[in-house]
């Protein structure tokens, strides 16, 4: 009776932020993250192990369109885009590179930097395609380094950002632009393959001290955006990843994974106490943290609450729990993905996008705090 009555109050809060944010201004938004939010950025890299460009990705997209979303249709980044006033997620910023035009112009309406496979180190998604086996041994760390072209890492995402920054000043002014920057809001979604790499490659690297760098790692990266002139951040928390299709076949019983839904939650209190002390010493800094730890297990608890009838198995794949192979043209394809958490052995469908959507949108403290994502826009 609980969770109905947070249901209930949610889908009130939700229609009242709607119809608020219909007069409000749309603002102007910036993406970084991985494929939780890569609308397509890994097209660009034509050595990329991570990319979704090709079916059955996007079969739910119009004219069933594989762009490189890791999902049957929309991300989580492009349903808060279209809840802030936008068509979808602003494009990637490698899509306009080859046009100074179209990065000046999108500068003034957002651009999204996100890359899957990347992380908040630099290494993430570098080495990952050799470290995830697909439920076999796990390979040493010493031979997990290749290809450095497979994923724009958060650094060279901020450097994109750095670029976009630049045409804001030469075209506004430091003060204008400094101002403009100020009211536009930044999203962040990353986290998650620095964990799956830090367990699946068996480092030696004690739990704390990784964690710990995982934590400097978000600081200075955050400290950066704050110097070239962010000031709204909605920062999204890495879920339970112990209970990914992709991760259930590592534990006989088919149960989660969690070892890593520990790490999960543990990186949660450290963002959460990061995020606390960078507000205290940049008093225009506004923020609001999406706790989709919360946000997840209260859907595996109750999913016919929220009319989902699989939590558990990947809608695209193949194997155990349909997740021991990618999603591809070859895979087996689910006919009910509206009713499947999962779309491959990694994402959310398009339906798990839209309601984590909405509740970092309109939901209240238990799953985002101290602010929701609309009240940060409006702030």
């Known amino acids: 009776m609980a969770e109905k009555l947070v249901l209930f109050a949610m889908a009130m809060a939700m229609t009242m932020m709607v119809l608020i944010s219909a007069s409000a201004e749309v603002p102007t938004i910036f993406i ?51 809840l802030l006033g936008h068509k979808r997620s602003p494009p990637p910023f490698l899509s306009l590179k080859k046009s100074s035009a179209g ?40 031979d997990l380094h290749s290809n450095l072209t497979n994923v724009i890492p958060l650094t060279e995402q901020r450097e994109q950002f750095k670029a976009v920054h630049g045409h804001l000043m030469a075209a506004l002014g430091k003060s204008e632009a400094k101002k403009f920057l100020s009211k536009s809001v930044v999203f962040i979604s990353t986290a998650s393959n620095d964990i799956f790499e830090y367990y699946h490659s068996g480092s030696t690297m004690p739990k704390e001290t990784f964690m710990s760098n995982l934590g400097l790692a978000y600081e200075k ?57 960078l507000s205290s010493e940049h008093k225009d800094m506004k923020y609001s943290l999406g706790n989709t730890f919360e946000m997840t297990i209260n859907v595996l608890n109750n999913p016919f609450l929220f009319n989902f009838t699989d939590v558990q ?67």
Request: proline letters at 6%; a positive charge.
């Open 32 to 82: 970084f993250g991985d494929s939780t939010a890569d609308v397509g950025t890994n097209n660009f890299l034509p050595h990329s192990n991570f990319r979704a460009n090709f079916p059955h990705n996007g079969i739910d997209f119009p004219h069933a369109r594989p762009t490189g979303r890791f999902s049957n249709g929309l991300n989580s980044a492009d349903f808060l885009a279209k």
């Open 313 to 379: 198995t990947a809608c695209c794949g193949a194997g155990r729990f349909n997740a021991q192979s990618i999603c591809d043209p070859k895979a087996n394809l689910c006919s009910n993905r509206n009713q499947n958490l999962f779309w491959d052995l990694f994402h959310p469908t398009q339906a798990a996008s839209n309601l984590a959507a909405v509740t970092l949108y309109g939901g209240g403290p238990r799953f985002v705090s101290p602010i929701n994502f609309a009240q940060l826009a409006a702030a």
């Open 221 to 277: 990266h955050l400290k950066a955006l704050l110097n070239l002139g962010a000031r709204k951040f909605g920062i999204i928390s890495v879920p339970p990843i112990g209970c990914c299709p992709s991760q259930r076949i590592y534990n006989s019983t088919g149960g989660c994974l969690e070892i890593l839904n520990e790490y999960a939650r543990a990186f949660h209190a450290s963002i959460e106490s990061l995020l606390c002390k």
């Open 103 to 142: 990065v000046k112009k999108h500068s003034f309406r957002g651009i999204s930097f996100a890359s899957g496979g990347s992380g908040l180190l630099d290494l993430t998604g570098q080495r990952m395609p050799r470290m995830m086996k697909f439920g076999a041994e796990r390979v040493p760390t010493d």
